[in-house]
């Protein structure tokens, strides 16, 4: 009886393992829900502290407003930002299976899903950046925990 309760414990652990790597992933492969574009992944993640017009917030934190924030202005700030948080902020690119995502509660975006997000955020709220940030831009720069 002791002996198929331990056996229970390691079988546990492999179970949960990919239930939670699946859910600490937003999806982005074609066949999952394929949420790409910058404004579905604001509204779905951002917005909960950035607020929906990217005024930000003052309460329990400080929640900086996006709309009319010159710190946008070079785009490797916000991409980096995105990548690997900041101070409140979790950050967003972790691997897909990283163990950290729950801990931090947080989830993995693409590179792809990050310059979606930056490019919106760029040119939404009053903020006019022209140039806009590539798949390619974003996966040159550091991602934590990526060795
Ligand atoms: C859990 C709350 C939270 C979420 C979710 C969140 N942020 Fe933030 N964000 C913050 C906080 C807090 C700061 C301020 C960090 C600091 O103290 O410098 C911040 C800062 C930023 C900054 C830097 C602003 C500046 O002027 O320095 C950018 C850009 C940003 N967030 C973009 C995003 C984007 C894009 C998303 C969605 C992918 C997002 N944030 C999701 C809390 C959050």
């Not at 785009?75 to 299976?97: I, S």
Request: charged content about 10%; aromatic content about 8%; proline content about 10%.
């Amino acid at each position: 009886m002791r002996r198929t309760l331990l056996w229970l414990i390691p079988m546990l652990c492999l179970w949960l393992v990919p239930a939670f790597a699946d859910d600490s992933s937003f999806p982005d492969t074609p066949g999952q829900d394929p949420v790409q574009s910058g404004e579905q992944i604001y509204m779905q993640i951002c917005q909960g502290c950035h607020m929906p017009a990217g005024q930000g917030a003052v309460g329990a934190g400080h929640y900086p407003a996006l709309g009319g924030d010159a710190a946008l202005a070079a785009w490797k700030y916000p991409v980096l930002t995105v990548l690997g948080g900041r101070h409140g902020m979790p950050p967003f690119g972790l691997p897909a299976t990283s163990l950290a995502l729950q801990e931090l509660r947080t989830v993995h975006l693409s590179d792809a899903q990050i310059a979606n997000v930056v490019n919106y955020i760029r040119t939404s709220f009053g903020n006019h950046y022209p140039d806009m940030v590539s798949e390619a831009q974003v996966a040159a720069l550091p991602h934590p925990g990526r060795r």
